[in-house]
């Protein structure tokens, strides 16, 4: 009897895998069999280039070293490394067969060229929402690029994540091919920042959560999560208390996209990449849209502190000592940093961030601000991983945390511990 059961469930279990699986293909989109790749105008070239820096796909398609759009960059992700493809026009290793439909297919549905489902490492959830005229314009660049002869490097992704079943069944559960995002009761600024944000510039790959199955709650989550084996935490863009930008001014928020720095902030560890490569290079316009809709968010209730949780404890003594010998000489005796230079401590959202592990990489690791045409020469963090023992980092941070009105918790030398690799 409990065998005949068990065989009924396997034969469920296999009967939902073939419907998803089916499902997952009826939802496709069919390329005519006469797509051939075609040449772009100039106009399509130049757009298609500042297009593709909106989403910042060169430094994603750039091995460390290599050759731009040649492919190569490992991607890490908790179920094994997946190397980004070579997008040049070479025949053989590259796009130089694909016509402009199966760049929108890929972008759009998330398959390459022969149909075989993308990993979403690839952030076709968010590129699902790009126009057809914006996709053609991107391949139109690509097919203008050198063609370079670089085989694409095989993805060392585990069983079953590396299967076009559990793509399927992942793609069933949280991907749906979708259109450009709009909202006839908001402006057109707005909407212009809605596309930009959710679609091209795929801000929630980072600033959602993620599940055990690498899925996040959707497209227009950004409230916030750690960034899968990097050990980064992006913050919710919808909090108050921690990257929201509701009480800024929309001066403000294109200053930290455009320069990386602004009187309320700076962008550092991933951020600073996405300005470096990114949104440093778009128009006033589109980065005043992306603030208005920014701005616009739903914010979350601020956060209620346990004040037992916030105050001081017996490791105060060490991490004072260690703040004065090692920060105070440039965040001030009172954290209040310097202007233009190196960022107040007190009352900064980022130093009382949960999970701490900004702090860490930053004590650790060192940073900077990203080098742009309005912050050239931007100042920077060294890294205290040589200095400083796990204990110590908890005990400065710890201090820093609770000191200069700051009301964070306190840092254990685990964490630091958990936080400072990728």
Request: hydrophobic share 40%.
């Amino acid at each position: 009897m409990m065998r005949r059961v068990w065989h009924v469930l396997l034969a469920l279990a296999l009967a939902m895998v073939l419907a998803v699986v089916v499902l997952d293909f009826r939802s496709d989109e069919a390329i005519p069999a006469n797509a051939t790749p075609v040449e772009g105008t100039a106009e399509q070239v130049q757009r298609g280039l500042y297009l593709a820096t909106a989403g910042n796909c060169m430094f994603c398609h750039t091995a460390p070293g290599g050759v731009p759009y040649a492919g190569g960059r490992p991607i890490d992700t908790p179920f094994g490394t997946v190397f980004t493809s070579n997008l040049t026009p070479d025949d053989a290793t590259g796009i130089g067969t694909w016509a402009p439909a199966h760049l929108w297919r890929a972008m759009h549905h998330g398959r390459s060229k022969d149909g075989h489902r993308l990993f979403p490492a690839f952030p076709y959830p968010n590129y699902t929402h790009v126009s057809r005229e914006d996709s053609d314009a991107i391949y139109a660049y690509l097919r203008s690029l050198p063609p370079v002869r670089q085989p694409n490097a095989a993805h060392t992704v585990g069983f079953p994540y590396n299967t076009q079943v559990a793509l399927a069944v992942w793609r069933a559960l949280f991907f749906w091919p979708g259109g450009t995002i709009t909202d006839p009761l908001q402006s057109a600024e707005w909407n212009r920042g809605a596309y930009l944000v959710q679609g091209l510039g795929h801000c929630n790959a980072c600033h959602s959560a993620r599940n055990l199955l690498g899925g996040s709650v959707g497209v227009l989550d950004l409230s916030g999560g750690l960034i899968p084996m990097q050990n980064w935490y992006a913050p919710s863009l919808a909090s108050p208390d921690e990257a929201g930008v509701a009480a800024w001014d929309t001066r403000d928020v294109v200053a930290l996209l455009r320069d990386g720095v602004s009187t309320r902030g700076s962008a550092i560890g991933p951020m600073a990449e996405v300005v470096q490569h990114s949104t440093q290079h778009l128009t006033e316009a589109d980065l005043r849209a992306m603030a208005v809709y920014l701005k616009a968010l739903p914010q979350e209730a601020a956060r209620v502190i346990d004040p037992a949780a916030s105050s001081p404890s017996g490791r105060e003594t060490v991490g004072s000592r260690l703040y004065g010998q090692h920060c105070a000489q440039c965040h001030g005796a009172q954290g209040e940093g310097v202007a233009g230079a190196y960022p107040a401590l007190a009352g900064n959202r980022a130093v009382t961030l949960d999970p701490p592990a900004n702090l860490v990489r930053v004590v650790l690791l060192g940073g900077f601000a990203p080098s742009t045409a309005g912050n050239p020469r931007p100042f920077g963090m060294p890294p205290f991983a040589t200095v400083l023992s796990e204990e110590d980092v908890a005990a400065v941070l710890t201090h820093i945390r609770k000191s200069f009105g700051n009301q964070g918790h306190t840092v254990t030398a685990f964490e630091v511990h958990r936080y400072r690799t990728n």
